[in-house]
């Protein structure tokens, strides 16, 4: 089992800025690849961001390239998402995901954190 904790969100505004942190515990953390979803009211899960084991090879929502950055220390078993510029279609409840299969489908990874609300305001 793979434990992971998301913190960080909160109320920004417009062109602001937020940086979220999910933390992971269970099993040895660089066995997984870290991907970063979203679910806005309504809506389905959507991809954001991935990266692999070792931080080498990362990928980005279209909505979200140039804006936001994917990070992680494995020394310190966390994975980041950096949101920069954000905009009021940006809010939604942020959710980290590991698994040992690289992809962007939220079916494909087993391990979920209980989710962090980011709120863009106009």
């Known amino acids: 089992q793979v434990q992971l904790v998301e913190s960080g969100g909160g109320l920004v505004q417009a062109g602001g800025s937020l940086s979220l942190s999910c933390a992971a515990s269970g099993r040895t953390f660089s066995d997984y690849n870290m991907g970063w979803f979203r679910q806005a009211p309504g809506k389905e899960r959507d991809f954001v961001a991935v990266i692999d084991r070792f931080g080498g090879s990362v990928n980005y929502a279209d909505s979200v390239k140039g804006r936001f950055t994917i990070s992680r220390d494995n020394a310190k078993n966390t994975v980041y998402l950096q949101m920069n510029s954000l905009k009021p279609e940006d809010t939604a409840v942020y959710y980290c995901?590991?698994?040992?299969?690289?992809?962007?489908?939220?079916?494909?990874?087993?391990?979920w954190g209980q989710g962090t609300q980011v709120t863009v305001s106009s």
């Open positions: 995901a590991a698994d040992r299969i690289w992809g962007f489908r939220p079916s494909l990874y087993d391990y």
